[in-house]
């Protein structure tokens, strides 16, 4: 049933609004503008909306939409509920129990291309950039870091390559023992990214087959997947030797005395995407204004958590029990502009957590290029693609119209400057922005999987 919305535009004077939604304490809001506030509402199909995410500090566009009145601006009334894991993020999304959920951003790509379930999916917004670590236990560090250069203060030069893991996980295999480490999901940037760090110093992390979906022939480490808050018990048990995860988990093993972050993915690749907002295409067809209305919200969300004044705040609203319910202490590790390696070795780092800037929330076809190119390296995708079948599948999943749209009405609105609307086919130019060098163009795919020792070629 249509909320009775109708498309108009609503003259505010200043003033502060205070309002209350699904029981809520009021919360306060100030007008956007120095006079005035226009706000274009649109005829809202599905006003009920309930989305799904992980606890992760990457969710966080969910949690402010919500929690600073942005949904319901849009007249939308939207419930979000953490998730056990990412199989049942995406199963519930793809059977409609969730209208749409924070979203690995491999998932929709992998649904899209053969890989896992299948289904038709959309993201119209990308959620963030950078945001994950890989972090080992206190033992592996130990007899990594004699391998690890050294400034003139003694701390370790950053970032830190594969090179200095390299003759420990060779002293593991000479004892007979098998070198394990964990990842949250089998499409996840995570996966691809200590691949990636693994492969770079010459450590082959394994191949997928039909035969065998672990992903572990040849592997000189064995990855397995692990739920993000269960990374570091995990570690703890001595079950895994070390993981690649998003925040606040590598920070919590640093909270706990149990682990060593070892380099941050901004490391591995400069300004990478991370997560998605993900929709059904059927949701979108079915609801075009409402799909719109949450991108809106969502962008608005991400302008927000990028004020650097904002952070304190955010890492409040994240240590609910609601959200992520990690301590403010380890959120704000990662959250608040810097990131801490050994304990005690804080450093600034103003850019690991990227919400807006650098046109964080733009669905990039090479974005997602980039994913693809990255399971057929490693077999998921397992026979030789075209060049063109990368931009025809991702142009099915990444909708940067619809994120155009959204935005476009924010700028009539006066809520963000036409600036930050990229004028771009979808492509970034490319880029050498890898720990190993290595220049990637989507529009040459092929290229790129060939450039790698490790791996499949084409």
Not at 178 to 207: C, D, Q
Not at 295 to 308: E, F, H, N, S
């Amino acid at each position: 049933m249509k909320a009775l919305i109708k498309k108009s535009i609503w003259i505010l004077p200043l003033s502060i609004i205070i309002f209350s939604c699904s029981g809520n304490s009021k919360k306060k809001k100030a007008a956007e503008s120095s006079t005035e506030v226009s706000t274009i509402t649109l005829e809202i199909e599905k006003p009920q909306l309930t989305f799904g995410f992980i606890k992760l500090t990457d969710m966080a566009p969910l949690a402010i939409a919500k929690e600073k009145g942005f949904f319901e601006d849009e007249g939308l009334f939207v419930s979000v509920e953490a998730q056990s894991n990412w199989k049942n993020v995406l199963d519930r999304v793809i059977d409609g129990q969730l209208d749409g959920s924070h979203m690995l951003a491999g998932q929709p790509i992998a649904a899209g291309a053969g890989f896992g379930r299948q289904a038709d999916l959309v993201t119209p917004f990308s959620m963030d950039l950078n945001g994950n670590g890989i972090t080992v236990s206190n033992d592996v560090w130990s007899k990594m870091k004699p391998n690890v250069p050294k400034s003139s203060d003694g701390k370790p030069i950053h970032p830190i390559s594969a090179d200095a893991l390299k003759p420990v996980i060779d002293d593991y295999k000479n004892d007979g023992k098998p070198f394990k480490m964990g990842m949250v999901f089998p499409v996840s940037t995570h996966n691809y990214e200590i691949r990636y760090w693994l492969a770079a110093a010459g450590i082959h992390p394994g191949m997928y087959t039909a035969e065998n979906v672990q992903g572990q022939i040849d592997a000189e480490v064995l990855l397995s997947v692990t739920p993000p808050p269960q990374m570091p018990s995990t570690l703890e048990a001595g079950t895994i030797y070390g993981y690649c995860v998003g925040e606040p988990w590598n920070q919590q093993a640093v909270f706990k005395g149990i682990g060593v972050p070892v380099t941050t993915n901004y490391d591995i690749w400069k300004n990478n995407p991370e997560k998605v907002f993900v929709m059904t295409k059927k949701f979108i067809e079915e609801n075009p204004n409402t799909a719109v209305a949450v991108t809106k919200a969502l962008i608005r969300a991400g302008k927000w958590l990028d004020v650097p004044e904002n952070r304190a705040e955010a890492v409040k609203i994240l240590s609910m029990s609601q959200y992520v319910g990690a301590d403010e202490a380890v959120l704000a590790n990662s959250m608040t502009g810097t990131f801490e390696f050994e304990k005690g070795d804080k450093r600034e780092m103003p850019n690991f957590n990227v919400f807006y800037k650098y046109n964080a929330t733009y669905p990039f076809f090479s974005d997602g290029i980039w994913f693809l190119t990255q399971m057929r390296r490693w077999g998921q995708i397992p026979d030789t693609k075209p060049t063109e079948w990368y931009s025809e599948t991702i142009k099915d999943i990444y909708r940067p119209d619809i994120w155009k749209k959204a935005a476009e009405i924010l700028v009539k609105e006066g809520k963000i400057p036409s600036s930050d609307i990229p004028e771009t086919d979808g492509y970034k130019p490319a880029t050498s922005d890898f720990i190993d060098g290595k220049s990637y163009d989507a529009k040459d795919p092929i290229s790129y999987i060939n450039s790698f020792k490790i791996g499949n070629k084409d």
